[in-house]
Structures are given as C-alpha cells and as structure tokens.
C-alpha cells in the first residue's frame, strides 16, 4: 500500500557531502543509526578542536606565552593520532574517553599556566564540552560522571586562583579582554555547531522513518502508534 508524496514529510536538503564523509570514517556496518550519528558527531567535533588548537596555539605563541601556547598544540596533536588509530581501529570507547577527557582537563591546566581565571579570559570554559560531549556521544548515563568533574576542577581554580595570579607574569587588560572574548565566542560556536549537526542528523533519520511507516500505513494509524506504541487490532 502506498500513499501520494504530498502526505509525506519531506527531508531537508542533506548536509555538504565531505560533511558526510568525515563523519562516516569510524561507521562500521554494524553500527545501528544512533552510533552512527554519535561517532559522526564526535569525528566532526574533534576535528573542529584540533583546528581550535592550533589556532590558539599560534595565538599564544604570538603573543609570547610559549608555555600556554604547548597546550593547545600537544591536545590536537595527541588528538590527531587519536583520530587516524580510530579510523584505523574503529574503536570508539577509546576514542570518546580520550577526547573527553583531554577536553575537561586541559583547558584548566592552560588557565593555571596563563594566571588563572582572569590572566587566561576564562579558558576552562572550554572544558564544559566534555559535560556537553558525553550527553552527545555517550548518552544520559555516564555524563553526570564528567558534569561533577567540571565541578570539582572549577572549585579546584577557584580555591587556587589566587596563589596561581599571584606566581603568574601580568597580562595586559587588552589581551585579558581579547582572551575572555575569544574564549566565549569559540565555546559557545562550536555548542551550537556541534548541537545543531546532532539535532539535524536525529531529525533526518525520524522523517526517514516516518516516510517508511507512512508507505505502509495509513497515516490515522501511524500517529496513533506514534503516540501509544501497544497493539492494534
């Protein structure tokens, strides 16, 4: 049984196809389409962070902070083999765990070695993606886990702050302002870029379903099991 187009819901235009092909390089066959959309994310993400690394590894370098300049740089290098030994191995357990991690720790260790919360613009905001990641690519059940690691490492800096400015050279209130604005516009970005791509994806794949189900159903029907899935007559 089919039924005309015009009742069907239509797709969106698809996302760029290099896009597409990132986002499948760990995809095994197997993978039901929620690991596939959750692997393809987490490639796209981490290759936008190792791109965000470099960029602010230049940036300190520039302004003569070699020592905060080698976090940045060592994250994306160490997430650049990271990446190829997932497109390798196709292990994604690994793959999550060390760009969370990485993401949650090492913005803080850059704050400490800038001065702490004001020298460094806030960088630890960075590290609210691992909280935010792990509802993306690992689900509600472990991301409480990094939430409360956030946490600790926030009230950490905070309990810190102080000795850590006082050690630390000065920065200029300039390059302090230049910091903290960088800082927010790449965070909050990258969120939206990386949310609104999941979003997208899941969207897809239920209009995807729903074309299925509406070729085979009548469309009174198919709501109905839509909102009470228990069985039909």
């Known amino acids: 049984m089919s039924f005309p187009m015009s009742s069907v819901v239509q797709p969106a235009n698809h996302i760029p196809d290099w896009i597409a092909r990132l986002a499948a390089v760990g995809v095994l066959p197997t993978d039901d389409d929620e690991t596939r959309l959750r692997k393809g994310t987490l490639t ?48 994604y357990g690994l793959f999550r765990f060390s760009q969370l991690f990485l993401l949650l720790l090492l913005p803080f260790v850059l704050q400490w070695s800038l001065g702490g919360l004001v020298n460094s613009g806030a960088v630890m905001l960075w590290s609210f993606m691992a909280p935010v990641g792990a509802l993306l690519f690992a689900g509600t059940r472990n991301a409480a886990v990094w939430l409360l690691g956030f946490i600790f490492l926030t009230a950490l800096s905070g309990v810190l702050d102080g000795r850590i400015a006082r ?31 999941f979003t997208r994806e899941r969207e897809l794949a239920q209009e995807r379903s729903e074309r299925l189900l509406l070729n085979v159903l009548p469309q009174p029907i198919a709501q109905r099991l839509k909102r009470d899935p228990s069985s039909i007559a």
């Not at 290759?47 to 370098?61: D, K, P, Q, R, S």
């Not at 050279?169 to 909050?188: D, E, K, Y």
């Open 167 to 197: 050690e630390a050279g000065t920065v200029t209130a300039g390059v302090r302002t230049l910091f903290f604005v960088m800082n927010v516009i790449g965070v909050s970005t990258i969120v939206y870029l990386i949310t609104r791509y």
């Open 44 to 91: 796209i993400a981490a290759t936008m962070f190792i791109l965000v690394g470099f960029i602010w590894a230049a940036m300190y370098a520039l302004l003569g902070l070699f020592t905060a300049a080698m976090v940045p740089f060592t994250y994306s290098m160490i997430s650049l083999v990271v990446v190829g030994q997932f497109v390798l191995t196709k292990r």
